[in-house]
């Protein structure tokens, strides 16, 4: 196997964006574009920040652009996503759902820059931005998968009869 290749799987292994591969099979599969367009996406994001995790980590020593940039790319996202549901490119329901799941990310970001170099606060705030980001990231997978809840539920439906 080439090495490009077992860097590409070790990289979706430690990767958001290999758990959201299923839903977007799944929803190519019921032809549900809307929502393959917002788990594509969800996994172009989760991946994308995983190819620079590490070159974040080894450039910034100082530990203060790491967080710009991450609570950037959130907000990139969240106005991607708010764009393409009022335009119906993806759920709408999907859109406000995922930015009202992500919105805390840059919050969270900025108040872990804010500890670091500013307020040096008696707590570490390392505990609460390591446990609630994963949360969060784990329920924005789950809502790659709604659709396939939704078109499932609709179809165990019984015909409505005249």
């Not at 290999?18 to 969800?42: E, M, N, Q, S, Y």
């Not at 930015?99 to 670091?116: E, G, K, S, T, Y």
Request: proline letters at 4%; aromatic letters at 16%.
């Amino acid at each position: 196997m080439p090495d490009w290749f077992e860097d590409f799987l070790l990289l979706l292994n430690n990767s958001s964006a290999a758990l959201i591969v299923p839903a977007i099979v799944v929803l190519a599969i019921i032809k549900d574009v809307r929502g393959i367009r917002f788990a594509l996406l969800t996994a172009g994001f989760f991946l994308y920040g995983a190819l620079i995790h590490e070159w974040i980590f080894s450039w910034d020593t100082q530990k203060f652009w790491r967080y710009v940039i991450w609570a950037g790319n959130d907000i990139t996202w969240m106005a991607i996503i708010a764009y393409w549901g009022v335009r119906g490119k993806v759920h709408l329901w999907q859109s406000i759902m995922g930015q009202l799941i992500v919105v805390a990310v840059p919050f969270l970001q900025m108040w872990r820059l804010a500890d670091r170099h500013l307020w040096d606060l008696s707590y570490n705030s390392a505990y609460l931005f390591k446990t609630i980001i994963p949360v969060i990231n784990i329920a924005t997978i789950v809502l790659c998968y709604l659709p396939i809840v939704y078109w499932l539920k609709a179809r165990a439906k019984p015909p409505v009869a005249n």
